[in-house]
Nanobody, 117 residues
């Protein structure tokens, strides 16, 4: 078993920055792909960014150049640095740990981000 805990959400003005953190209490954290997802009211949850165990990063097109995902395997943490935030970035942001072989996943409970115009 294990769990993830996100922190760092809040209210920010358009053009501002926020940094999200996710602490993972899971065994062999280094072996998991870590992901940030978000879900805005009335929308489906979408994958924002992911960082593989080899540190390869992939981003949603709309956040490319504004968001940066990183991980610290010594502290079992993953981060999402968000800059130049826009009102359309407003959502609940979720951290997810994904292992493919064998398959296993963990989700955090989310942290809210609100960007005012």
């Amino acid at each position: 078993q294990g769990y993830l805990v996100e922190s760092g959400g809040g209210l920010v003005q358009s053009g501002g920055s926020l940094s999200l953190s996710c602490r993972a209490d899971i065994e062999n954290f280094y072996a998991y792909e870590m992901q940030w997802h978000r879900q805005a009211p009335g929308n489906e949850r979408e994958l924002v960014a992911r960082i593989q165990s080899d540190y390869k990063r992939v981003y949603l097109n709309s956040v490319l150049g504004r968001f940066t995902i990183s991980r610290d395997n010594t502290q079992n943490k993953v981060y999402l640095q968000m800059t130049d935030l826009k009102p359309e970035d407003t959502a609940i942001y979720y951290c997810k740990a994904q292992r493919y072989t064998p398959p296993r996943e963990f989700w955090g409970r989310g942290t809210p981000v609100t960007v005012s115009s």
